[in-house]
């Protein structure tokens, strides 16, 4: 199967190879429960609604103050990979667990409970997509300026969102980043 992505990689429309190969291969990985290889398919696949049901329930092994890394992690590879309706579908798949979760929990203001229960990587997801289809980039700027203490969580999110700036808004990207940042992807 990996042979085949490849070929398609290199000979298909598609610059990481065709998403429905990733997608099958992602569904294999997770049927196996092995999530992070699962994960790294469906980015490049055709299923974000599968990736974040996958991904919500990988969120399960880890601890709960990690979940809203996953996330994010997942909703800046598929910008990266330049797919914002999947980065899309996968956002709102997760929230409507991390919601669905939340409820219930004693708290007499279910709002205040359900912005408690998201955490401010999440927000900053939320802000971030809303950004991106206004194309906006001193908006952007000041996302990232603000939530800097919360990406800075995971040294990654600093390449997805160079990355990101280059796609979107055009922004050079730091010599030898693009190289390295695909080179995650394969």
């Excluded at 997760?94 to 979760?101: A, L, P, S, T």
């Amino acid at each position: 199967m990996k042979e085949a992505i490849k070929w398609t990689a290199e000979h298909g429309p598609c610059p990481h190879g065709d998403p429905r190969l990733h997608t099958d291969l992602a569904r294999f990985h997770d049927r196996r429960r092995e999530y992070a290889e699962a994960h790294r398919h469906y980015v490049r696949g055709s299923r974000p609604g599968d990736h974040a049901r996958c991904v919500m329930e990988w969120v399960r092994q880890g601890y709960p103050s990690e979940r809203d890394l996953f996330v994010t992690r997942g909703v800046l590879e598929y910008l990266c990979v330049e797919t914002m309706k999947n980065a899309n579908i996968f956002f709102e798949n997760c929230v409507k667990v991390i919601d669905n979760e939340g409820k219930g929990k004693d708290d007499a203001d279910g709002e205040a409970q359900e912005e408690a229960t998201r955490g401010p990587l999440i927000n900053f997801c939320e802000f971030l997509l809303k950004t991106l289809e206004r194309d906006a980039l001193p908006l952007f700027d000041m996302l990232c300026s603000k939530y800097k203490p919360s990406l800075s969580r995971d040294p990654s999110f600093n390449k997805y969102l160079s990355r990101i700036a280059h796609v979107y808004f055009g922004r050079p990207a730091p010599k030898g980043m693009l190289e390295e940042l695909m080179s995650m992807f394969t």
